[in-house]
């Protein structure tokens, strides 16, 4: 990943974060922290939107629809109080292990 992606969604985490609290009527950050269900809603639909770029509308849409899948994944993970850490972990964890080795492990 590149540095300037890196330091990007830093500063995007840490604005999400600055908006709990905040007016839902007047940010939508705030409108999706206080709405897990909605957030995880918009994160759907961001994510079949960045698919249809990916195979239909060209480089252009797809990082553009990739940067709205992004925005509305932190918003998800802060709206449902999973800290970024945890999915840092979960992807440690997954290190050196085949992807089809550590799928059929959830399996059990």
């Given at each position: 990943?590149?540095?300037?992606?890196?330091?990007?969604?830093?500063?995007?985490?840490a604005t999400i974060e600055a908006r709990k609290g905040g007016d839902p009527a007047v940010s939508y950050t705030a409108k999706l922290l206080n709405d897990p269900a909605l957030?995880?809603?918009?994160?759907?639909?961001?994510a079949v939107e960045t698919v249809i770029a990916a195979v239909a509308q060209g480089p252009d849409a797809?990082?553009?629809?990739?940067?709205?899948?992004?925005?509305?994944?932190?918003?998800?993970?802060?709206a449902s109080g999973v800290p970024l850490d945890a999915v840092a972990e979960k992807l440690e964890a997954r290190e050196?292990?085949?992807?089809?080795?550590?799928?059929?492990?959830?399996?059990?």
């Open positions: 990943m590149s540095q300037r992606l890196t330091d990007v969604l830093q500063r995007l985490s957030a995880a809603k918009k994160l759907g639909e961001e797809l990082a553009a629809e990739s940067a709205d899948l992004l925005y509305h994944w932190l918003a998800l993970m802060a050196g292990t085949s992807g089809i080795a550590e799928k059929a492990s959830r399996k059990g």
